[in-house]
Every structure is written in structure tokens, then in C-alpha cells.
């Protein structure tokens, strides 16, 4: 055959493509489906997610009102992969202490869960220079997830439940991880990380095993040079006490129930546990943006929170997260989420990434690259 004739061979799409991992399923949505009724949701605090949710033109569906079908039931279906059959339970308005999980009664009563991890994390021009950005993230085993080690005679986490945290802050690119035991655990615990086999040599991140009374001096300082604590349940309250006098962080902050997957978002608060919170902006919108994150909606969850450190970098406070700069203003925890959805994200300095939020590379370089190629698309409106 003369090759002058011969038909260019054309390039399917796929493999025009680079050769990059692929996830099986991406859900394009506008909805938001969380546990519970609308009713039980306070009203300040029902009347702060519609803002929310309006300006960012997305719809939170209650479990407990939705009848699916058809399109309904596969988006459903679609939505809960990353969090089991059962849809999250959003409830940041309920606070826990963490006192609770010191006594068998208040452990009873706690949602059912393996381990929970609150966040700390704050940013703004206030901050003092030699530490501008807080991103902690402290887990604890639940109790009931912890078994008596035969060795020290405490109660320890089982292996597939401290697998489970560090498996979490990992994912969250946390590469300095402590583990907060009593004196005599210390020993026990470094053996059972042993057995997990994600030592530092394996996984790349630093990991110790620290007695609560060698870790008082660094939790004084802020815990500076740690991405991510684990502390023993018992040991929860004073740890994090600890830490929200170092950094300045009074709380609430967002914490996350896990059992097989993410079940529930609460509050963590040392203050007096009340029914309901009061509304909490920087409780809201960060609690709003990991359950969003959690379900797939990874835009939705950075303009959420990108929206909210805007305003703080800006020298907007409010009365639960206050500011130290001069030109500072104040406004109530109702009238910053209000400000939320009209705030220019891309004037001003760049922003802080937080590593609860987990970004792909380009944007960690300032871009905004579009998301891996996925097999199916699934996209769902009212």
C-alpha cells in the first residue's frame, strides 16, 4: 500500500489523556443530605445555614423528609460511599465535653462511634509572626474502642482503630503525628504503633509516642511542630485545655464521630455543655465545609472555608473568635455568616491552605487545576 494513501491514525481521547489514577465514581450535586429533620435544628441556626447555602446555591436535604426514587435514590446511593449507608448526622450545635469520655456514664451516653478528632485552626493578619496559621488536629480513641493491655494495665486502642487515625491524619498530608499516653503506657503503646507497621521509616511522617508528662512543655507552646495528636480518652480534657490556652483558641470546634465511616459532626467545648450551642460562625462554616468534603463536594467545602478566612484575614472578628488588630471590627456570630457569601476570595493576600481540606498539587501551588478523570459522572438537580 503506498503510505502516501494511508489514513492518519487518530488518538481515541483516552489516550490523548496522561496516564493519571482515575476514581470510579464523581458525584456532581447541588444537595447536601445530612441525618435528622429540619425541625430539630435551632433556629439561628437553621436561619444561618440558608444563608449559607443560598449564596453557594446548594440545597441541604434532611434524611428524615425525603422520600427517594429513581434519579433521588441513585444520588443517594452515590452520595453515601464516602460515608456508609446511613447519612451524616449534622449537628454542630450539640456540644460534648471532653470530660465526658473520662467516666463510663458519659462515655455510655456519647454517639457510637471507634474514635472522634476536633479541629483547631485559625489564621488572620492578628496572628503573631512566628506562628501565623493554627492547623491541629487532635484524635482520641473512643472507650469503647480500647481494650486493657496486658502489659501496662490500662486501656489501650485496638490496632484497627489507631490504624484508623493514622490513617486520617495521613490522608491529610499530617507528616508530624505524637501519640499522648500516661508513663507506664508508653512502652505498650510504641510496641502496639509497632504492630500497625506505619512506623516513620515506612510512612514517610515523623511519629512518637510521648508520656503526658514529658509533652506538658510542647503543649504549652502550642503543640508548634505537630501537625496531628492522639491522646488516650483519659487524657483528652487536659490536653486539649492545654492547647486552647497556648494558641488562644477558646472553641468550640467541629468534632468528628467516626465508626466505620464519618457518622456524625458535634461541637468540643470546655465550657458548660448547654442543650443547644449559640450559633458560632467559624463552628458552622467549618463543620459545614468538612461535611461537605466528606461527601464528595471538594469545591463547595474550599469556598466555604476560603470565605471565611477572607474575613478573618481582613480584620473581621467576632465575639468567639476575637482579633488583636487595631483596625479590627466586630460583628456578631449571625452578621459574619451573612458577609460570607458576598466576600471577594481572590482580592488580597493568598490564604492559608488547611490540611482538613486536603487539596490536589496544583492547587497547593496557587492553581486550580480540574479534577481527575472518573468513569462515571452523576450529575443531580432539583
Not at 136 to 162: F, I, N, Q, Y
Request: proline residues 7%; charged residues 20%; neutral net charge.
Amino acid at each position: 500500500m503506498d503510505k502516501s494513501t494511508e489514513r492518519p491514525r487518530i488518538q481515541s481521547l483516552a489516550e490523548q489523556r496522561p496516564a493519571t489514577a482515575r476514581s470510579p465514581l464523581q458525584l456532581v450535586t447541588n444537595e447536601l443530605l445530612f441525618g435528622g429533620v429540619a425541625d430539630q435544628v435551632p433556629a439561628e441556626w437553621r436561619d444561618a445555614l440558608s444563608v449559607l447555602m443560598t449564596g453557594e446555591r446548594t440545597e441541604i436535604a434532611w434524611a428524615g423528609e425525603v422520600r427517594r426514587s429513581g434519579l433521588q435514590h441513585l444520588r443517594h446511593w452515590a452520595s453515601a460511599q464516602g460515608a456508609g449507608s446511613d447519612a451524616l448526622l449534622f449537628a454542630p450545635w450539640q456540644g460534648w465535653s471532653p470530660a465526658d469520655l473520662q467516666s463510663p456514664a458519659g462515655a455510655a451516653t456519647s454517639p457510637r462511634a471507634q474514635w472522634m478528632a476536633s479541629y483547631l485552626f485559625d489564621c488572620g493578619a492578628d496572628r503573631p509572626l512566628h506562628r501565623p496559621v493554627i492547623d491541629l488536629m487532635l484524635a482520641s480513641p473512643h472507650p469503647a474502642a480500647c481494650a486493657v493491655d496486658e502489659d501496662c494495665g490500662l486501656p489501650l486502642p485496638w490496632l484497627k482503630t489507631l490504624n484508623a487515625m493514622l490513617e486520617a491524619a495521613r490522608s491529610q498530608d499530617r507528616e508530624r503525628i505524637v501519640i499522648i499516653t500516661q508513663q507506664r503506657a508508653a512502652s505498650a503503646m510504641a510496641r502496639r504503633l509497632l504492630a500497625t507497621g506505619r512506623t516513620g521509616s515506612r510512612t514517610g511522617c515523623q511519629l512518637e509516642v510521648v508520656a503526658i508528662e514529658d509533652a506538658l512543655g510542647h503543649l504549652m507552646s502550642g503543640a508548634s511542630g505537630w501537625d496531628a495528636v492522639i491522646v488516650l480518652p483519659e487524657l483528652r480534657s487536659i490536653v486539649l485545655a492545654i492547647l486552647a490556652e497556648a494558641t488562644g483558641l477558646a472553641g468550640p470546634f467541629p468534632l468528628l464521630w467516626h465508626d466505620r465511616s464519618l457518622a456524625m459532626i458535634s461541637a468540643e467545648t470546655l465550657r458548660p455543655v448547654r442543650p443547644h450551642q449559640p450559633l458560632d460562625a467559624a463552628l458552622l462554616v467549618h463543620s459545614l465545609a468538612l461535611a461537605a468534603r466528606n461527601t464528595g463536594m471538594a469545591e463547595l467545602a474550599h469556598r466555604l472555608f476560603a470565605g471565611w478566612a477572607r474575613l478573618r484575614d481582613s480584620g473581621v472578628a467576632t465575639p468567639s473568635r476575637g482579633s488583636h488588630a487595631p483596625y479590627a471590627t466586630t460583628l456578631s456570630e449571625a452578621e459574619f455568616v451573612a458577609r460570607i457569601p458576598s466576600v471577594d476570595r481572590l482580592q488580597g493576600r493568598r490564604l492559608p491552605l488547611w490540611q482538613a481540606l486536603p487539596a490536589c498539587d496544583g492547587q497547593k501551588q496557587g492553581n486550580n487545576p480540574p479534577c481527575a478523570p472518573v468513569n462515571l459522572i452523576l450529575v443531580a438537580s432539583q
